[in-house]
């Protein structure tokens, strides 16, 4: 008999994870998602700046599952609870599922700190497609009433601001400001009026990544005219002010806030074993509950190398954890042993506006410029274009189903 193998969510995780799983026949599986989307979130810097389109950033799960043919299910509902000893999951809609094998991926949100009042009423994040579209709207407003003089003075800046100088916050700040430099060539000093602010209470943007990205990173960013706030400590936001502890204040007309995040409440319904960023902890093998069949992959678990230093949470992390989660239950499918888990970061890559990224591989290999970029837009490329095979392969399934 096949096993039943139910995954909830599909991000970058969940969807790796099903690409290893369906090369077994003795495996049925079943995604489910309280969006009918994969968000493309490695994409939001280039997304609310305007230079993508949301075809560009977002796939169909139902049509990518499709192209699976009758091996993979999606159910577009939301997960409330699981039932550990019946193994029996049950969504919104009151529809319970059993499975042999669970995969939780169901990733991670903007930890809109709560000892910051007013910062989630008054400002954006990127993890959720809804709020990025939201700013790309609102930023796409600016630039139109920047263009037709409206609104806004001539000598009056508009300050956007950008909280959180890691990875998500140093690309949207570079994109955003590359995208302003452009307009600036059609509607002159109108869009030099536009300020980016980067803000973070670290001493240094990128904390905790090298001092090569950390520096060609600065550098660029400051080519590009962002102006970077470090050990700058927020206390406060209101609609149109930043208050920072130490009594300065910004003006500000949007903000952005990439500055952590935190796994959804879901982990708090069938778990006790968390982090202080809500995150399920594992054993060594990525088991959570004590439970041998049941595992967590991507942002919503803690994710540690064989050091048991703490991996970032990205995309390249989800992937990884989803490839060792998936080998695993092949593995226990088959009747052999499994090993622990253990990844690092193979390299990190880093878009800085237009034609330009830096980037680290194998430790070693260092680059920045266009070539950066070729390396980055190859990797993401090679992602997207995936999905959209498998997208056009469900497509055909679909009409073909339909025809019989």
Request: proline share 1%; glycine share 8%.
């Amino acid at each position: 008999m096949k096993k039943e193998v139910v995954i909830v969510g599909g991000g970058y995780g969940g969807l790796r994870a099903i690409e290893f799983l369906a090369k077994d026949k003795d495996i049925n599986i079943t995604l489910i998602d309280k969006n009918p989307y994969h968000y493309l979130q490695t994409e939001a810097y280039g997304y609310i700046a305007g230079r993508f389109d949301i075809h560009e950033i977002a796939i169909d799960l139902d049509k990518w599952c499709k192209g699976f043919k009758d091996r993979v299910s999606f159910v577009y509902d939301e997960v409330v609870s699981v039932d550990y000893e019946t193994q029996n999951i049950t969504t919104k809609s009151d529809t319970t599922f059993a499975y042999d094998y669970l995969v939780m991926a169901n990733g991670a949100k903007t930890n809109f700190f709560s000892f910051i009042d007013g910062l989630r009423e008054n400002s954006f994040g990127v993890k959720n497609l809804e709020r990025a579209h939201n700013f790309r709207k609102a930023f796409e407003e600016l630039i139109y009433k920047k263009l037709q003089n409206e609104e806004y003075e001539l000598d009056t800046d508009i300050n956007i601001a950008i909280g959180g100088a890691g990875l998500s916050g140093v690309e949207v700040a570079a994109e955003m400001a590359n995208v302003i430099e452009s307009y600036s060539k059609n509607i002159g000093d109108r869009a030099k009026a536009i300020k980016i602010y980067l803000i973070d209470a670290s001493d240094t943007i990128l904390p905790g990544m090298s001092e090569y990205l950390i520096s060609n990173t600065k550098k660029r960013l400051e080519k590009l005219g962002v102006n970077i706030l470090t050990s700058a400590f927020i206390n406060s936001v209101d609609d149109s002010n930043i208050y920072f502890k130490d009594g300065e204040k910004l003006n500000y007309h949007f903000m952005i806030f990439t500055g952590g995040i935190k796994a959804p409440e879901l982990n708090q319904n069938i778990s006790e074993n968390l982090n202080r960023l809500n995150q399920f902890i594992p054993n060594k093998e990525l088991n959570i509950n004590g439970k041998t069949n049941v595992y967590a992959i991507g942002d919503c678990v803690e994710l540690k190398d064989e050091e048991g230093n703490l991996l970032p949470p990205t995309a390249q992390t989800a992937e990884k954890s989803a490839e060792y989660v998936a080998k695993s239950i092949r593995a226990k499918v088959a009747g052999n042993a499994t090993e622990y888990f253990n990844a690092d970061v193979s390299g990190m890559f880093i878009a800085l506006g237009g034609k330009y990224a830096v980037g680290e591989m194998l430790g070693f290999i260092k680059t920045k410029g266009y070539g950066a970029y070729l390396l980055k837009k190859a990797i993401t490329y090679a992602y997207y274009i995936g999905l959209r095979l498998r997208i056009n392969t469900g497509y055909k399934n679909r009409i073909k189903d339909m025809n019989h």
